[in-house]
């Protein structure tokens, strides 16, 4: 766990307003991204799902791809490497991602741009594009010596953008609710409860 990862106190803010949240893994969210999330969906024979992963899956696709990702370095990789997903209220199914300065790039934004316009979010997407404009020239060379698988040297910023992605795309694909975004610039995540609270409440009964 990252020493500026929020999640934790922002846990422990919302378990004082009764809601607990813990840490869960799923076999569609694994470091073959789109790949690996058409493979689990294709297994599950469940054809409610066949639509909204096709659609998901084809914008991941050209997601990927726009960043310069490695076709064969995803289709190789690791299906039972699965990507954590910061918190998840368990009675709704939800996932909540806290983002932290990071995650605000142009190669962000850039995913953005090729999101199906049906694209169902639990946050303020307009916001989220801002905070990238704003924070780009800061955040875009992040990490930049090291390596990132699919994405070479200097990747580690798009691949962070791509996973993202499929967060977002992949989670109402598979039947949850959308993804819910919390904004954490200063990795406080006790204070991104308090700003969020009652919009969080909301959201979590919808």
């Known amino acids: 766990m990252p020493a500026d990862d929020a999640s934790p106190a922002f846990a422990q803010a919302a378990a004082e307003d009764g809601i607990v949240l813990e840490h869960e893994s799923f076999d569609w969210l694994c470091e073959q991204g789109h790949v690996g999330l058409l493979r689990v969906a294709v297994d599950r024979h469940d054809p409610s799902l066949r639509e909204p992963v096709t659609a998901a899956v084809e914008a991941l696709t050209a997601i990927y791809a726009g960043l310069g990702g490695d076709t064969a370095v995803i289709s190789n990789a690791r299906e039972n490497l699965f990507l954590p997903v910061d918190l998840v ?11 932290e300065s990071v995650h605000f790039t142009s190669h962000r934004l850039a ?6 316009p049906d694209t169902r979010l639990g946050y303020n997407l307009d916001e989220y594009k801002e905070l990238c404009r704003e924070w780009a020239s800061k ?23 791509y996973q993202d992605a499929l967060r977002d795309l992949a989670t109402p694909a598979m039947g949850h609710p959308p993804l819910i975004r ?10 991104a409860y308090q700003r969020e609270r009652d919009a969080l409440l909301e959201l979590l009964k919808s």
């Open 89 to 99: 209220h368990k009675p709704t199914g939800t996932l909540i991602e806290l983002d």
């Open 111 to 116: 995913t953005f741009e090729l999101y199906p």
């Open 139 to 161: 955040t875009d060379n992040i990490s930049r010596g090291l390596a990132a698988k699919g994405f070479g040297f200097g990747g580690v910023q798009k691949e962070r953008a």
């Open 182 to 191: 919390i904004v954490a610039l200063d990795s406080d995540g006790g204070a």
